[in-house]
């Protein structure tokens, strides 16, 4: 079982910045596939970032390329998501999500990932 407990959210005005953390527990990180969704009221969870096991690889939706970056510390079982010139329409809850199985490929849906932690609210005012 992996237990993944996110922090770091919070309010922000627009332009400003926030650094999520997800610290796991459970099974061996270093093996694990990590992402972060958000899902904004009324729509779809949507897929931000992921990050391969090695950290070799990693995916950005275009909506934050260049504002978003994910990192991860294998040593402190951490994934990272420094958020940098915020805009409104960034409001939404963040979730850390893994994927133990750690294929070749990185997943890219809600349903690759079977395990989730309980979400941070981040709220980016005008």
């Known amino acids: 079982q992996v237990q993944l407990v996110e922090s770091g959210g919070g309010l922000v005005q627009a332009g400003g910045s926030l650094r999520l953390s997800c610290v796991a527990s459970?099974?061996?990180?270093?093996?694990?596939?990590m992402a972060w969704f958000r899902q904004a009221p009324g729509i779809e969870r949507e897929l931000v970032v992921a990050?391969?096991?090695?950290?070799?690889?990693?995916y950005y939706a275009d909506s934050v390329k260049g504002r978003f970056t994910i990192s991860r510390d294998n040593a402190k079982s951490t994934v990272y998501l420094q958020m940098n010139t915020l805009k409104p329409e960034d409001t939404a809850v963040y979730y850390c999500?893994?994927?133990?199985?750690?294929?070749?490929?990185?997943?890219?849906?809600?349903?690759?990932?079977?395990?989730w932690g309980q979400g941070t609210q981040v709220t980016v005012s005008t």
């Open positions: 999500a893994a994927d133990p199985a750690g294929g070749f490929f990185i997943r890219m849906t809600v349903a690759g990932y079977p395990y």
């Open positions: 990050i391969a096991r090695s950290a070799g690889n990693t």
């Open positions: 459970g099974r061996t990180f270093s093996n694990y596939h």
